[in-house]
């Protein structure tokens, strides 16, 4: 917006109002994406603490903003910028001093208005009628002109030239305020990303020291390390955090903190204004009655049902209509605690908090906005020693490794580790955080010197358990499986290795040597390998699965086979034989069985071709003897048929008693 000279410095003295500044104290950072600020200054009588955010980050400061006096004064409210835009703002006013607007153009809009104007020693005012930029023909021998017109209290109307006037001002106080907070929404538009939160202070108030917390999101800081083994003493662990100021303010002497962990935040939609639509509820009596037509009546009895049908329509529809509006209430309570302020030590002082822990950093810490900073926060020995690790993912050689102990009382926050051998560098690895007292393993690196060859073997399933119930046999068995190492070390120094090798399910471990450790799925054995030397390892595992199966169709020669496993208990053993047994003698009657009915078919088939024959020979004269023979061979096979199906019979009834009889020895079966 562009005034003339006249007109920007009486308005810039009116509408700057006394601004308490509050810089940034404290600052600590979090693993989830947010940061804790404090901000602490004196806010004088009259005065306004303003504090600018980024608009994203209302919601954020909305939910955790607390103000503190440790005088113990009340803050009675806080005001902040609305969530609209600054055009949506800038139509409730009724001025207009947008980009190349002239001091002229401005207040032909204000007609109507009263307006002062300093000339001189003195003052006019009146009521403004219009003013206009006056541009001559020829501007570089003229120049331009800005005047206003005037209504004066006694009627008559004056041109003053603007380029003459000391001052201009409006006397309505209500309009003049209005113009500040317009030009106040200007300046907010400046930075449109940008939103203010106001403390006022009253000016009947004493002085008082205000101190603001709250919550941003923020760059989440990183942690990274070097692991040091020298030649003597005890390796040594080194931690920075690597911190980004992107708030949009500079950090001068705070104190700054890092904690480890991940607390639970999230966002809540605070800032943007929330309407709820309201039901619509309306008294039945309220509503407009709508003209009835009614029909001739036909008869006396018939016109009374459609009359009293209409009543009744009429009675239900008012009853839908008269809702009640049931309002909910909600309240939401929230309590926000200020975190307080940690105590320091020569680099950085750490201490749990609830779950978490933190590294607060003892001497004030400067970063600049848009800028980055490393900041030593572990600087200790610690419990570690080198060795090689190996898995057969790895393929041949092992990696080199380090076992690292936290012994230094405090929480590693996760990060890559640089690991330095003897002053030089032999690889990086990353860690996971490790609480105090825990320990890890990393490997940084391959160890060429070391070779390592795996061998597979596995023995038969071996029947371990049988059990038998209600004519189900149950049994137990077990498949050993053996994974042989073979470590060659190469290099002339003895070698510790830490072989991982996977946990499966359904597998059980039977190594009598046992694993120094076993995580969520593997197990890590040690081994010792001279140097130059070789050794091999073994790991002996056991699949145990069961097999079930009904005892009727199982044949005899199994049972036979399971009653020789010396797991069975001579009971157990005593009840299989007589099952074998049994089945023994319901087979051979199956066979016999199986014979006769062979028998039965054939001599049928035979007896068959006899009568036809028979009936051929019939027919045919001499052959009287033929037919008696055959007739002889009929009567015979009809005899063996009759001692046959009484055979069948018994056989048929054999089966049946031997079955029941394997029925009841299979219902008694349980061990």
């Known amino acids: 917006m562009i005034f ?24 600590i950072l979090y693993k989830h994406g947010v940061a804790f600020f404090e901000r602490a200054g004196q806010l004088n009588p009259g ?19 607390t103000l503190t006096d440790p005088g113990g004064g009340k803050i009675a409210g806080v005001r902040y910028d609305a969530s609209e835009t600054v055009e949506k703002r800038l139509q409730d006013f009724p001025f207009d001093a947008g980009a190349g607007s002239s001091l002229a153009a401005f207040l032909d809009r204000m007609k109507g208005a009263r307006l002062e104007i300093m000339l001189g020693t003195g003052s006019v005012e009146g009521t403004i009628v219009g003013a206009r930029l006056i541009r001559a023909a020829d501007p570089d021998k003229i120049p331009e002109r800005e005047t206003v017109v005037l209504l004066m209290d006694s009627g008559s109307m004056r041109v003053f030239d603007l380029g003459a006037a000391g001052a201009i001002r409006f006397p309505d106080p209500k309009l ?32 008082r020291d205000l101190i603001a917390s709250y919550m941003t999101p923020a760059a989440v800081w990183k942690s ?5 083994f020298g030649k003597q003493g005890e390796p040594a662990l080194e931690g920075w955090a690597i911190i980004d100021n992107t708030s949009g303010d500079d950090w001068t002497n705070v104190r700054l903190s890092v904690v480890s962990g991940r607390p639970i935040s999230f966002i809540t939609q605070l800032y943007e204004p929330r309407y709820v639509t309201r039901p619509g509820a309306e008294l039945a009596e309220n509503r407009p009655v709508a003209p009835i037509v009614f029909q001739g009546a036909l008869a006396d009895v018939a016109a009374a049902a459609p009359v009293g049908k209409a009543m009744a329509a009429l009675a239900a529809a008012e009853e839908r209509g008269n809702i ?8 939401i309570a929230g309590r926000v605690a200020r975190m307080e302020a940690s105590s320091v030590a020569a680099v950085a002082q750490a201490r749990d908090a609830g779950e978490l822990f933190e590294y607060s950093f003892s001497s004030p810490v400067t970063v600049k906005k848009g800028e980055s900073a490393m900041l030593p926060f572990l600087q200790q020995k610690v419990g570690a020693r080198k060795l090689l690790i190996y898995s057969e993912s790895y393929g041949l ?23 330095y051998d003897d002053n030089t560098y032999a690889g990086e690895a990353l860690v996971e955080t490790v609480k105090a007292g825990d320990k890890r393993l990393i490997s940084y690196g391959v160890d060429l010197g070391t070779r390592i060859t795996t061998a597979f073997d596995s023995s038969r399933d071996v029947v371990r358990e049988i059990h038998l119930r209600r004519g189900m046999l149950t049994t137990r068995s077990a498949v050993e499986e053996v994974r042989t190492f073979t470590v060659k070390n190469v290099d002339a120094k003895a070698k510790t290795l830490i072989i991982e090798h996977p946990q499966r399910p359904g597998y059980k471990l039977i190594s009598t040597e046992k694993p120094i450790e076993t995580t969520s799925n593997a197990y890590r054995f040690e081994v010792k390998v001279g140097a130059s030397a070789a050794a091999t390892f ?15 169709n199982v044949t005899p020669d199994t049972i036979a086979t399971w009653v020789q496993n010396k797991t069975l208990s001579d009971a157990a053993r005593q009840q299989l034989q007589q099952i074998a ?36 020979l019939n027919s045919v004269s001499g052959q009287q003897d033929q037919v008696q023979q055959y007739a002889r061979q009929l009567a015979a096979a009809e005899t063996r048929l009759a001692g046959l199906r009484d055979r069948q019979s018994e056989l048929g009834r054999r089966k049946a008693v031997l079955e029941s009889e394997l029925n009841s020895l299979m219902e008694k079966l349980d061990f």
Request: charge should be neutral; proline fraction near 4%; hydrophobic fraction near 40%.
């Open 324 to 331: 009640a509006a049931q309002p909910e209430n909600r309240a």
């Open 47 to 65: 005065e306004t603490a303003r504090l600018d955010f980024k608009a994203g980050d209302m919601n954020d400061v909305l939910k955790s903003l």
């Open 397 to 419: 050689n092992p990696m080199n490794a380090a076992e690292i102990t936290n012994s230094t009382g405090k929480t590693l926050d996760g990060g890559p580790i640089t690991v």
């Open 4 to 27: 003339r000279r006249t007109l920007s410095l009486p308005l810039a003295l009116a509408v700057t109002a006394a601004a308490a500044d509050l810089p940034i104290r404290e600052v």
């Open 538 to 552: 073994a790991v002996r595992e056991e699949r145990v699965f069961d097999q079930t199966t009904s005892i009727t």
């Open 176 to 207: 003049q305020n209005l113009l500040r907070d317009y030009l106040g929404v200007l300046s907010q538009a400046r930075s449109r990303d940008r939103r203010s939160v106001y403390v006022d202070s009253a000016a009947s108030s004493p002085a």
């Open 224 to 228: 990274s390390y070097r692991l040091i």
């Open 581 to 616: 047994q049994k089945k023994t003698e319901v087979a051979a009657n199956e066979a016999a069985l199986r014979g006769v009915q062979n028998d039965l078919t054939n001599l049928t088939q035979d007896e068959g071709r006899i009568r036809s024959n028979i009936s051929s």
